[in-house]
């Protein structure tokens, strides 16, 4: 069953993932979605049955800010969006049709390979043209170290980001903010 869980720690590290995700007789397993902080990455390192998935949003933010300072990032989030707008295009003719969820997985492999295919093309050409330090170089840096996860989404019938999750803990973590100065 999939879920939202929002848990504060103190500290930003892997062993915060241990003392909810792994701790007690019974630990997780399964698949992670979450963005490219590279705990997530330690923590799973260490585990078994542990598949982390990329997040799309996470990606295409790094060429949204970027987007000031360079032309080339416009051409990427027309990619995204049309993987965005496929995929909404997708879930409904699922629903419609009464298909499993699962079926988007099909839809996915007969339509966004050849697509995801010419977008990591175009990154790696991309890549020369700009600085690693620049906003631009930096979200194509991102996108690069994530591909492999971004591309499990595709693989598997998870949800194209964790936005339904972040949304659903941004009150908590805004209220947190604004009640420190009450």
């Known amino acids: 069953q999939a879920g939202v869980l929002y848990d504060w720690q103190t500290g930003r590290g892997h062993e915060c993932l241990d003392t909810i995700l792994s701790s007690g007789a019974v630990k997780f397993s399964g698949r992670l979605q979450c963005d490219g902080y590279s705990a997530y990455q330690t923590w799973a390192d260490k585990q078994r049955d542990v598949m982390l998935l990329g997040c799309w949003a996470h990606a295409r933010r790094k060429f949204h800010e970027a987007l000031p300072h360079s032309k ?3 051409l990427v989030l027309q990619i995204i ?3 965005y707008r496929d995929e909404h295009r997708f879930k409904e003719r699922l629903a419609n049709g009464g298909h499993p969820h699962d079926a988007i997985v099909y839809y996915r492999r007969r339509h966004h390979r050849k697509l995801l295919q010419g977008l ?11 600085l690693p330090k620049s906003k631009m170089g930096g979200a194509i840096q991102y996108a690069l170290n994530q591909w492999h996860k971004l ?4 693989k598997h019938a998870a949800e194209l980001d964790n936005n339904r999750c972040e949304n659903a803990v941004r009150p908590l973590k805004l209220g947190a903010k604004n009640w420190f100065f009450v």
């Open 81 to 83: 969006q049309q993987v």
């Open 151 to 154: 591309c499990l989404t595709h």
């Open 120 to 130: 990591r093309a175009q990154l790696l050409q991309l890549r020369s043209k700009h």
């Open 72 to 74: 080339d990032a416009a």
